[in-house]
Every structure is written in C-alpha cells, then in structure tokens.
C-alpha cells in the first residue's frame, strides 16, 4: 500500500476520535478540542472522517463554518489531487 494510503487512513481515523472526543467534551463541561486543530486534520487529510462523524453524531452539525467549510476543503484538495495527477506528473 503507498504511503499517502496509510496517512490518509491515519489522519481520518485520528479526526474520528477527536470529533467524539470534542462531543463527549462538549456535553460533559470538559476540555473542548480548539476549532484550530479540527480545521487543521481536515487539511491534513482528515475530512472525510471528521465530517461522517460530526453528520452521525450530530455534533456541530449548527455550525456553518464546519457544515460548509470541511466540504470546500476536501473539494479543493481533490482539485489540487487531480491538477497534480494530471498537469505536473508525468504520464
């Protein structure tokens, strides 16, 4: 498996405990994960993960600097995926 294969499978399930850690947080009075380092693992590879639990667990599903940002983030990472893929690496 490459690499990036095991990063991204890293980094999503690292954004799934995070996002159940911030909601179990959230509703105990606890510690809450800074929205910095939840925008920060959907950069780094994570939104996949993080939006799937945030959308089953209903956990900051109200807020929509999550609902419409972790979209755009991936959005624009499969566009720098597929420029990459397809202008800079040789065929």
């Known amino acids: 498996m490459h690499v990036l294969s095991y990063w991204l499978i890293a980094v999503n399930l690292i954004a799934i405990?995070?996002?159940i850690w911030d909601k179990l947080a959230a509703i105990n009075g606890a510690w809450r994960i800074p929205e910095k380092t939840l925008f920060l693992l959907c950069i780094l590879g994570g939104c996949p993960g993080m939006?799937?639990?945030?959308?089953?667990?209903?956990?900051?599903?109200?807020?929509?600097?999550?609902?419409?940002?972790?979209?755009?983030?991936?959005?624009?990472?499969?566009?720098?995926?597929?420029?990459v893929s397809h202008f800079i690496l040789p065929h």
Do not use: N, S
Not at 56 to 64: A, E
Not at 65 to 77: D, E, N, T, V
């Open 51 to 83: 939006y799937l639990t945030m959308q089953i667990i209903r956990h900051k599903t109200l807020h929509k600097r999550f609902m419409i940002g972790i979209p755009l983030i991936f959005l624009a990472q499969l566009a720098l995926c597929f420029a």
């Open 17 to 19: 405990v995070i996002t």
